[in-house]
């Protein structure tokens, strides 16, 4: 790993010579209103280009888990079948990247890549990825108030799984990191200098500060829920209180960075041509595992809630994948309607435990 | 390197229906190979209790048990028709065509019960699965003690895979038990529950190194288990196979978790010891 250093005024150059090599590029800008987005960068829109900002609600995981995906077409003339398999692999770059979403890309190649069978849709667009991550430093743009990356030990600095990352340091200046050997050939433009041993303490007490921003919520105590739920600790009653705060919208699903759950549809596009399409899914939704003859195994909205939380945070799973499936961003908590995004859950996790223990 | 990791795990191959026999009302047997010789080849080295994913395009894709025995020639499903991909299949004509992809997961070890009594317990359709294990036993008839079949269906009309049961029937090197819930007039044989052929007079269900198969509808599941621990089986003895709504087969869609399984990849084969451990209600 290789850092080096940039002047404020040359950190958009990255977005250019990204775009010089031929990749498209995606970027974080302010919306209409509050609100933010990643959007494709164009000579127009490039001058816009945020670097300090609150973290857009829809996660940049649709740039490689694409939200509708087409997976076959299928043309069907005179008794014969032909299926066309459909990869869309843009070679393409996410420029301010968060360190969580950073932790959700992992979590979603640990699990697309993982284990006996590969997805390759995944893969092939994965493979052109290019990741520039930004720390979050600045207390007023960029840590939210729902954030705990701190307590899912994903940020504020992603220790790995970036190509380049970029740190504020203040004073004009900002340190990058290279985390692969696509990040250290970008260090050849003359815009990158050679840092100093006062960069790297200057790193250090900018992280410090950083981490001292985020609110001590409840959810320091997102180890202990990780213990509870692994041990099956949590009451059926807890789960029934969070099941009954649930409208069963699947927002949180929408989310998250690090969901991967999907479903598959036929639709006919033309007189012989059909094309197979899969799209995400959420297990809060009634219709998740409901089976042919209308048996649903999980019937009760408080079993599907049960359902997200244990496959996010029990040790089971973490050791599946090696990786969590919550990263810390907080989304659930900014777009739940019923307060049950993972830091009220924690919380209530927490609460009931506290009762138990006193009886 | 496992061919499965360079390629497309969602891509189904053509296949040809090449003729279709009822079996009972709404369930009918589809006889079908890969266009593609070199497919049927490959394909042909599944494990009995694996599934396949059967595609009819522009209406969708559903798992469906072999009930066929690897040792057997023939590739074919048995399938009910409950809604729109299933009604599909039901409509095809031999010669038409339509996809299918695996097989996919565990299947039943049937290697590691070399040397055992096998007991085998189906319910209504859950022969299908079943039936897979039945026929290959008898085909390595040599690696195993005791075979005993037991077989439960609603009423005579709802037997299936006749011709299989009139051999084993009269076979020989195993025992065969077969019960209806509902006789008609011209049922002459036992009439009640399938638990309920382990008290039939001349009955003796070997418990000691034995492995239990049991697969059916959930109600005659929880009797069949409580019968068969009444008699001294292990949780650890009893083997079957879970069900669950699955879009892709392959661990990705998330459809089919049961507590800490991926019934797809890690089932749909597991011991009601295991069953019990999964963290969910089946
Ligand atoms: C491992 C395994 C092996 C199997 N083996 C066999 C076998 O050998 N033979 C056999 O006959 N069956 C078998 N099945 C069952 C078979 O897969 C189902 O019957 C089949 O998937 C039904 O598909 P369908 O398209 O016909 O039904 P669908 O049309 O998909 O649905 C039927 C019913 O499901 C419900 N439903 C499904 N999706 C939705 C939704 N999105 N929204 C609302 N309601 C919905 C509805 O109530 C509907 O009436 C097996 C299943 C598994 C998991
Ligand atoms: S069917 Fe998709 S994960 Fe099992």
New binding site residues.
Partial sequence: MRACILHRDDVLKIVDLLRQQGYEVVAPFFGRGRDTRFDNVTDENRGQIQIHLPNPYHPPKRFVMLQIERLFNIQQNNGQIQIEPTYREPKRAIFGIRSCDIAGIWHLDRFFLGREFRDIYYEKRRKNLFLVNVVCTDPERDIGEECFCVCADTGPAARDHFDLQLMDLGDGEFMVVAGTPAGEAMFTDPIFRKGTDAHIAKRRAVLDVARKSFKPSTTSWFSAAVRYVSQGKVAEKTWEEIGNRCLECGGCSYVCPACTCF?VSDRRVGPDEVERVRMWDACAL??FT?????HNPRKAVHDRRNRRFFRKLSHYFIQRELSMACVGCGRCAAVCHGDIGMPSVVEMIRRAAAETEKT | MNPAATENAYLPKIAVLDRVVDEIAE?KTFYWRFEDPAEQAAFKKFRPGQ?AQVSLFG??E??????PSPTEAETF?????????????HALKPGDKFAVRGP??NGFPMEDYYGKDLVFVAGG?GL??LRSCIIYALAHRDKYKKIQIYYGAKSPKDLMYLQNLHEWEKGAGVEFNLTVDRADATWKGHVGVVGSLFKKPGVQVPVENTVAFVCGPPVMFRFVIKDLQALGFHDGQIVS??????KCGVGKCGH?CIGVAY??VD??VFTYEQIQKLGEDI
């Fill in positions: 479903t009634g219709g409901r089976m042919a003859g209308g | 369930v599934f209406t969708g559903f798992p469906a048990s072999l009930p499903f048995t399938i009910r028709t409950v809604g729109s991909c299933t009604a599909a299949l996919y997961g359709i299908i699965p196979t879970l069900e669950r709504y699955m089919c019934v797809c089932g749909p």
